[in-house]
């Protein structure tokens, strides 16, 4: 099956500082990769869709210079946490659509932030 | 509205023992409804998928049923082992447009827990 790879899997910075988050597909084509948070005994919320060589389209209440998201190409995204507070604590996982008519969409391991 | 809805919210069984799980969703146009799982720390696992026309399909210990009429579907786990301790997602990926645009819509997950 296809494989997608979030990288850290844990990260605890500081207040202040910033974090990325890498999401690689490692065995297809990923034209779409989402981004998602979630809180602890919740689902998963959607932060925001990429597409391959374009902005990111982010959810209402989404901050788009708080969580920057790059996708460069088409087997790797970026979420950048800029300026992270503890608030910004959370679990965060990517998903990457195969490229072409499927909408099937694999998911990351998730990557657990702790900000202190 | 969109939305999917799990039940229950949590559930605690015996080893060995059977269980449902159940989705209601009001999510229109219909493309199809995955079941995934998740381990505590882990990004989802696609288990099962069901488009419009399927009624059930099964993944070894996993049943899935939908009811496109009544929108419903049931995870059916069979001889439950202790290894199925985790959140089970249901989600419905909604149509957008004709041009293949999706968004999926993801339900609040039920935990379960296996005991010994």
Request: positive net charge; charged residues 15%; glycine residues 6%.
């Amino acid at each position: 099956g296809a494989v997608v790879s979030q990288h850290p899997s844990r990260v605890i910075c500081k207040s202040g500082t910033s974090v990325k988050i890498e999401c690689r597909s490692l065995d297809f084509q990923a034209t779409t990769m989402f981004w998602y948070r979630q809180f602890p005994k919740k689902s998963l919320m959607l932060m925001a869709t990429s597409n391959e060589g374009s902005k990111a389209t982010y959810e209402q209440g989404v901050e788009k210079d708080k969580f920057l998201i790059n996708h460069a190409s088409l087997t790797l995204s970026t979420l950048t946490v800029t300026s992270a507070h503890p608030e910004d604590s959370s679990f965060y996982i990517c998903s990457a659509r195969v490229r072409g008519a499927s909408t099937e969409a694999f998911f990351g391991q998730g990557t657990r932030l702790t900000v202190v | 509205k969109n939305q999917v809805e799990q039940s229950p919210q949590s559930l605690i069984i015996l080893e060995g023992k059977n269980c449902t799980l159940q989705c209601n969703y009001t999510v229109s146009p219909f493309s199809n409804l995955r079941w995934y799982k998740q381990d505590t720390g882990r990004g989802p696992v696609s288990l099962t998928i069901m488009t419009f026309s399927e009624n059930t399909k099964s993944n070894g210990r996993y049943t899935a049923t939908l009811d496109a009429d009544t929108k419903q579907s049931s995870l059916h786990i069979t001889a439950s082992q202790l290894s199925d301790s985790a959140s089970y997602i249901c989600v419905v990926t909604l149509l957008l447009s004709t041009s293949g645009t999706y968004k999926y819509i993801f339900g609040t997950g039920t935990r379960l827990k296996v005991l010994a």
